[in-house]
């Protein structure tokens, strides 16, 4: 005989302790972040002043909007976050370019081969991140790989400056991410009904038509679910612009860093932060509708 | 011969271009030179002098013990909210869990730290714990963030499940418990691995969120590393890269061979 109570209480166990973690490990860290970002910065430790505070039977609640002015009024503020979002869109599109085709010829390859593909573009992301930043920096360097083989082929007489630039942010990011960009699209186009490509050229479309017409079209899930996986993560992205970027490569994720780590205004870090979170509300409610989606149509 | 499609093309250019960093990296840790970029032969000795860095050598220590709790609690952790997200009809609290635990997988890293961080801090000012942030904070902080990956790769194991399997099991009198001890994790086995190595890998490799959650007392693996790599290219740090590349592969390889032979011996089985 089971016993409903016994049954009942499972199901609330497995409900319970995912949910209670995460509320106090995701939901509420959040909140205090929230919190935070309306509170005045002070020597001291922690740095900042209570929000709250309960003297004299009188609740106090100060909110202090200095820092989200602040944040208006320094231009530096909102050009790092200009400048973020666009290094994240140049970077997504850039991985768009390169991935599209990459997991267009994974899903048309032979079923055996197309594991080992996957396999090969996914070894690179379960290695070291960092390690594979800090590859980037010899290669671009100076002395580095590229411009001693340009000035040995004397193609340049000088080495061309790509370390510590924009141009090498873009490519650290895009190097980093394209695996995140190939996954959702090959499950996308791997699933894709190849009649309507041939029906399409049979009735004499060409293949660039065809691609813009029955291909782009019908694999718009993956090419959304991979934008959002790249450009997402690379708008709050600090360790590429710290070690390839260069003093004017300005992206949110660093002055996020430093207004915590080394000015020590946690406030600001974190008015910053709610701002950062704000911009890509968007993007991330994008995304989640596309993974619920997706999951209701596996089932 | 066969024509080379633009999609093959691309395909081979870009697997070169995720792949001949790491070749570069790895050969210039046999360099010889203190340069890291001029050759000057064929020498091991930077392994050598790894071997006997105290202060690398406790790191990797660090991160392996990390790494190995907040893998263990992310698999725990990530297969409930899998089974309450597969399983569980649909409901208020099943649609926020499944928002929360997807959520760290876009969020941006150092609003995640911050955020835990701030948690702890606060925390310790009220209750006194914890008082300070360690290996503690780190693991819980993986945890929550490697919950998301086993979450997603278990829950896509769950769905493609045969549930008359398990209905079978109860109606034999099983208990919900152990049929699910005895039919279900074994056959979910292989994405219960899967989502372990996954998160151990993502936890090995965190820099951000272990700047932001661990203490003095914790330094990882990858913190040693920044710091190290902010100063510039060292021949060193190739050297580590070469063994933590090569580690990685091999473990990669061996868990997709195991995960492949697994596979074929239950369709074996079924025939």
Not at chain 1, 236 to 254: A, Q, S, Y
Request: one cysteine or more; hydrophobic letters at 55%.
């Amino acid at each position: 005989m089971k016993n409903p109570l016994k049954i009942i209480k499972g199901r609330y166990l497995t409900m319970g302790v995912p949910y209670l973690w995460l509320l106090m490990f995701f939901a509420l860290p959040f909140a205090i972040v929230l919190k935070l970002s309306f509170s005045t910065a002070a020597i001291a430790i922690p740095p900042y002043e209570a929000t709250f505070s309960y003297i004299d039977e009188l609740l106090n609640i100060s909110l202090n909007m200095g820092n989200y002015l602040l944040l208006l009024q320094d231009s530096m503020y909102y050009m790092a976050y200009l400048s973020s979002l666009k290094m994240a869109l140049i970077s997504t599109i850039g991985c768009l370019i390169l991935g599209f085709p990459m997991a267009y010829a994974i899903a048309r390859a032979p079923a055996r081969l197309q594991t080992v593909f996957l396999l090969l573009v996914m070894l690179p992301s379960w290695t070291s991140f960092l390690i594979r930043i800090y590859a980037w920096m010899g290669i671009l360097s100076n002395n580095g790989l590229i411009n001693n083989t340009l000035m040995w082929l004397g193609l340049t007489s000088e080495p061309i400056q790509m370390l510590n630039t924009n141009f090498a942010v873009y490519i650290g990011i895009i190097y980093a991410y394209l695996p995140f960009m190939i996954l959702p699209l090959y499950a996308t186009l791997v699933k894709l009904d190849l009649s309507l490509i041939e029906a399409a050229s049979d009735l004499g479309s060409s293949s660039f038509n065809t691609f813009w017409k029955i291909t782009l079209p019908l694999s718009m899930g993956g090419v959304i679910a991979g934008s959002m996986l790249v450009f997402i993560p690379a708008v709050g992205e600090f360790v590429i612009p710290e070690l390839l970027g260069g003093p004017d490569t300005l992206m949110i994720g660093k002055v996020l860093w430093q207004e915590f780590f080394n000015n020590r205004d946690w406030p600001v870090a974190s008015s910053l932060a709610i701002v950062m979170l704000a911009l890509l509300i968007i993007p991330i409610t994008l995304f989640h509708r596309y993974q619920s989606r997706g999951m209701e149509n596996d089932v | 011969m066969k024509k080379l499609s633009f999609s093959k093309v691309m395909l081979w250019f870009g697997l070169l271009f995720l792949y001949v960093p790491m070749f570069i990296l790895i050969i210039y840790s046999f360099n010889e030179s203190k340069l890291v970029t001029v050759w000057g032969g064929f020498s091991p000795k930077w392994y050598g002098e790894l071997l006997q860095d105290d202060q690398i050598l406790g790191a990797v220590w660090t991160s392996l013990r990390i790494a190995f709790y907040s893998a263990s609690m992310a698999v725990i952790i990530g297969t409930m909210a899998a089974f309450v997200m597969t399983r569980f009809r649909r409901s208020w609290a099943k649609l926020t869990l499944s928002n929360m635990i997807t959520a760290p997988l876009v969020m941006p890293e150092v609003i995640t730290g911050l955020s835990l961080l701030l948690l702890f801090v606060e925390m310790s000012e009220i209750f006194g714990w914890p008082a300070e942030r360690g290996m503690l904070t780190v693991w819980i902080a993986h945890s929550t963030f490697c919950a998301a990956y086993v979450a997603v790769v278990v829950s896509s194991r769950l769905r493609e499940l045969d549930l008359s399997i398990e209905e079978a099991a109860m109606d034999l009198g099983a208990t919900r418990l152990k049929t699910f001890f005895l039919i279900t994790v074994p056959m979910i086995s292989p994405a219960l691995i899967a989502g372990w190595f996954l998160s151990f890998s993502l936890s090995l490799d965190d820099l951000v969120i272990a700047s932001f959650a661990s203490g003095p007392g914790a330094t990882t693996l990858p913190m040693v590393v920044f710091s190290s790599v902010r100063l510039g290219v060292s021949p060193k740090i190739n050297a580590l890269a070469t063994i933590i590349i090569l580690s990685v592969s091999l473990l990669a390889f061996l868990s997709w061979y195991l995960a492949r032979r697994s596979e074929r011996k239950a369709k074996e089985a079924m025939e």
